[in-house]
C-alpha cells in the first residue's frame, strides 16, 4: 500500500506540472486557465487526503505493535 500511494503522489505531482504549463496568467479565471486551476485545486485536495492516509495507517501500524 505504501509504494501505491507514493505512486499516486509522484503522478498527482505530475498532473500539477502539467495543469501549471497550461495557466495563462494574463486572464487566469478565463478559458483553459481556470480548468487549470480547478484540476490544480483538486489534485491538492487528493494529495492532502493521501498524506492523511499514509499518516493514519503509520499510526494504526504503531498501535498494533503495542498491543
Request: include cysteine; glycine fraction near 2%.
Amino acid at each position: 500500500m505504501k509504494i501505491f500511494t507514493y505512486i499516486v503522489l509522484v503522478l498527482a505531482v505530475i498532473s500539477i506540472v502539467v495543469n501549471i504549463t497550461m495557466l495563462d496568467l494574463d486572464n487566469l479565471f478565463e478559458g483553459d486557465s481556470l480548468v487549470a486551476l480547478i484540476g490544480i485545486l483538486a489534485i491538492l485536495c487528493a494529495v492532502v487526503i493521501l498524506l492523511i492516509f499514509r499518516i493514519s495507517k503509520s499510526i494504526d501500524e504503531k498501535l498494533k505493535r503495542q498491543s
